[in-house]
């Protein structure tokens, strides 16, 4: 009986435990929950031991007030003289100063409000406006100074803009008071947590705010009060729908925790806000890709890349290695500091990797470390040495034939081998050599390329032909594309199409397809609207964009629309990508889309494409309102509404871009050109009222003093123009690839009747790229427009190289033919009066035909 009611109660009890149990794991949770940031406080009593290591880590000490606790640098009475200016280091009270040069010129006091870093230098901000309505938590305009400390060598250093060292005008954007050394704008989003920028373009403030200063759990894990509301919970079980109520950085994938470290982590830009951990990078940013100058030609890192760009071109990425196989999540540092870092994992025989017989130098030397080999670094911000994240084997072969860096070299490199050295450029690094190089120095370059020589031939003797990678590995045929013409198209097309290829790559191709026009490379791009990587159909988008643009530039230089329908295939795709997945790609579409006419828009897109074309717009709206802090985003809303057909708005966007940014270059000119077609709308009216019998007389006084007016903005706006495209001119001497701004430049001197500097300035934009077929136009009218035919017909030959069929270039063709004809008849009568025109291309007699 005793048994009987034993197990009676021990079944009551299971029926209620499990009862219970299965109440609280089918309790109701909400599909969607919106967590909140709550500061390291709420996470340290339970994860001690993580917290601890988290203490006093890079993370940890990205950004501090500027307390005692906190400032290394020796602010007792130091001076510092940079440039022709001496900059002074004290304390006032408790307070943290700086004597320097300040935005109008003059020396003034300055307080620091915060510091940046730890190590290798520590930087510092002072807070330069400050709203009177700011809350206590909020930051106005911060600044950081270029004035910064050594905290290896201790001692006070100036950082010089990269290619800059000589004084920088305070109107200059790379002065420590300009738009480039602004925290709000630069380099908060990723030294706090949780960051608003809260940019009022209209007033020209910040209203800054961070839910912690520096970059704390939550900036990792994801906002954690449901986390902490899920731990809360008097439950035996998380949440079934959201696990832990944190990001799932822990997945069989790489890719969760890669992309919650990327945004901070690389080059990119923002395309929509709202990223937290566990969302798709992609959507939110765009990822810089391999180019000059931030990437040599086969993606080897050249400017600051900041790793995740690298990285995912690397063999490791790919083969599912993330951040934490290598660095400790918590304090930041590499888990071993010697070749065991590579050796836990690559545990290959005893001594395959690990020794002479591979590496070929003495153990303990530089030489026969794996991150020297695999990872090189580059020395940025004079001090921070950064590893090349991309794990590459080194290819002195490919430096010999085509110029890219290797490991090899970077180290055998001896700048006491130099004799007879003409140029005083410091190389302090094998970056510089490269540069100096590229820059026309001999001397550097033939101690280069007898070193690049001599580390083939021992690479050839280590590593038999057999042995060595492949000569057709993604990297090199990216390389070899961007560096030898011969076969230049079909190799990126190639790259584009193949998808064992990293996307990095395949989109890098297709951007580099651009400026072609051919039927192969448009196709290509088509093709690639398919692939499941937002990089990859971004990129197709824009040679897409590329050719919407020409077709349109020849459909108007006509006269004509487009009967014959060359625009439709386009349109339909890209109008179904309104649709798409991916935020960044239906971004993307919109801004391709609307370079159609609104009436070709209503053919290309079926009722439900219309509807998300509406709502792609308004998202392409908001991502170019993102960095309202820079003019150039409301250069582009500017573009956008000219596009819509909303010229007065668009007009108000260009005055914001110069209330913004009151010493760049661009925005006037935007903006002189609309009013100058308000003027010629104006101009028409008037006509038009003087044939239907005229206006009285204050009407008419009244349009002409608006044409005036109006008529005088313009020219204003170019004079001011005119004067920032200068400063920029002077800026830029000695910089490379700044051929588009001697063109700017040029246009500008010509609509100031400066007609030499115009030329001189066109020529310049010609021989640095003497393949840009508007630089080319340019110089061929300015030759014809003051009667130089002979001149002309030398660059509109090379247009009709380009484009023998192009009827502008044909027409243009003809005048100067017929005012080289006129020339020659007014000085030699005996010549025939009745000359044909001559084919430049194939020398007949059909142009005109």
């Known amino acids: 009986m005793n048994g009987k009611v034993g197990l009676a109660i021990t079944l009551v009890v299971l029926i209620v435990i499990g009862g219970y149990f ?28 993580e917290a601890a290591l988290f203490h006093g880590s890079h993370h940890d000490l990205a950004m501090d007030l500027a307390t005692e606790e906190f400032v290394l640098g020796d602010f007792n009475d130091q001076s510092l003289e940079h440039h022709g200016i001496e900059s002074r280091m004290f304390r006032s009270g408790d307070r943290f100063m700086i004597n320097t040069e300040g935005p109008d010129g003059e020396m003034q006091d300055f307080e620091v409000k915060y510091v940046f870093g730890v190590e290798p230098l520590q930087q510092y901000m002072v807070e330069l406006e400050r709203p009177a309505d700011a809350e206590a938590n909020e930051i106005g305009r911060v600044q950081v100074l270029r004035v910064s400390w050594d905290t290896e060598k201790e001692k006070w250093f ?18 420590w008071t300009g738009i480039t050394q602004n925290w709000n704008a630069s380099c908060a989003s990723c030294h706090s947590t949780d960051l608003k ?134 304090s930041t540092k590499v888990k071993f500091t010697d070749n065991q870092l590579c050796t836990s994992c690559h545990q290959h025989p005893a001594g395959k990797y690990d020794s002479p017989s591979h590496h070929h130098h003495e153990p303990g ?9 695999h990872m090189p670094s580059t020395t940025y911000m004079m001090v921070d040495s950064r590893r090349d994240h991309s794990f590459r084997v ?61 580390m083939l031939e021992a690479t050839k003797k280590w590593y038999p032909v057999e042995q060595s990678p492949e000569k057709t590995k993604y990297y090199s045929q990216l390389a070899n594309a961007l560096v030898v013409p011969e076969g230049r198209v079909p190799t990126l097309m190639d790259l584009a199409k193949d998808p064992r290829v990293p996307a990095m790559f395949r989109a890098s191709a297709i951007a580099e397809l651009v400026m072609d026009d051919s039927p192969e490379s448009l196709q290509t791009a088509l093709e690639s609207l398919d692939d499941p990587n937002p990089k990859v159909v971004s990129a197709a988008l824009l040679r897409i964009d590329a050719e919407v643009n020409r077709i349109n530039e020849r459909l108007q230089y006509m006269g004509v629309t487009d009967t014959d329908g060359i625009l439709r295939p386009l349109g339909e795709a890209v109008a179904k990508l309104l649709l798409h997945s991916s935020p960044r790609v239906r971004i993307e579409a919109a801004r391709v889309f ?115 007016q109006i008529g005088l903005e313009a020219a204003k706006l170019r004079y001011e123009e005119h004067a920032l495209l200068g400063k920029d001119i002077e800026r830029s001497k000695g910089l490379p690839d700044t051929h588009g701004l001697h063109f700017r430049y040029a246009m500008s001197c010509y609509l100031q009747q400066k007609y030499p500097e115009a030329e001189k300035h066109l020529l310049e934009a010609y021989r640095q790229q003497p393949k840009m077929d508007r630089y080319i136009m340019g110089l061929a009218t300015y030759y014809v427009q003051f009667g130089n035919p002979k001149e002309a017909l030398v660059y509109i030959r090379l247009l009709l190289e380009i484009d023998p069929t192009n009827q502008g270039y044909r027409a243009l063709f003809s005048k100067a033919k017929a005012m080289l004809d006129a020339e020659q008849e007014s000085t030699n009568s005996s010549e025939s009066n009745d000359r044909n025109t001559v084919d430049p291309v194939n020398n007949s007699d059909d142009v005109e035909n």
């Open 365 to 373: 030397t530089p030489g026969a470390s794996c991150v020297e080999c």
């Open 594 to 708: 609307v370079s159609f006419d609104p009436q070709s828009r209503k053919l290309f897109a079926d009722t439900d494409q219309e509807y998300g074309f509406d709502k792609a717009l308004e998202e392409l709206k908001t991502s170019l309102s993102i960095e309202n802090d820079r003019a150039a985003y409301h250069m582009m809303l500017g573009g956008l509404n000219e596009m819509l057909g909303d010229v007065d708005r668009a007009k108000d966007d260009y005055r914001t871009a110069i209330s913004v940014e009151p010493n760049l270059a661009g925005p006037r000119s935007n903006l002189a050109a609309r009013l100058d077609n308000d003027v010629a709308r104006l101009r028409n009216q008037l006509q038009q009222s003087q044939q239907s019998g005229g206006m009285m007389a204050g009407q008419l006084k009244q349009l002409m003093a608006q044409m005036q």
């Open 158 to 175: 100036y950082l010089d803009p990269p290619d800059v060292n000589s004084k920088l005008d305070p109107d200059d954007p790379l002065h």
């Open 22 to 49: 299965f109440a609280d794991w089918n309790r109701s949770v909400p599909d969607k929950v919106t967590a909140t940031y709550l500061g390291r406080d709420s996470c340290i009593q339970c994860h001690q031991t």
């Open 394 to 454: 080194p290819r002195p072969d490919l430096s010999v034939s085509i110029g890219t860096p290797n490991a090899c070299t970077a180290c055998h490199i001896d700048s006491s081998k130099l004799v007879e050295r003409e140029s005083t450029t410091e190389l302090r690094q094998y970056l510089d050599w490269i540069i100096a190089a590229e820059q026309g120095d001999t001397v550097v370059a033939a101690e280069l390329e007898r070193v690049n020589q001599a």
């Open 197 to 330: 920028k809260n940019f009022n373009a209209l007033a020209g403030q910040y209203h800054t705010t961070f839910s912690e200063i520096d970059v704390s759990c939550e900036a990792c894990h994801g906002p954690g009060s449901y986390h902490v509301e899920l731990a809360n919970r008097k439950s035996l079980f998380w949440d079934r729908k959201h696990g832990f109520g944190l990001a799932k950085l822990k997945t069989e994938s790489n890719l969760p925790q890669i992309e919650s470290c990327a945004p901070c982590h690389s080059r990119r830009t923002v395309v929509k806000e709202g990223f937290t951990p566990g969302c798709n990078f992609d959507d939110y940013f765009a990822t810089q890709l391999i180019a000059d100058p931030v990437y040599h030609v086969d993606g080897q890192i050249r400017d600051e890349d900041y790793v995740y760009g690298s990285f995912i071109q690397s063999k490791m990425y790919h083969n599912g290695i993330r951040c934490t196989d290598c660095h400790d999540p918590h």
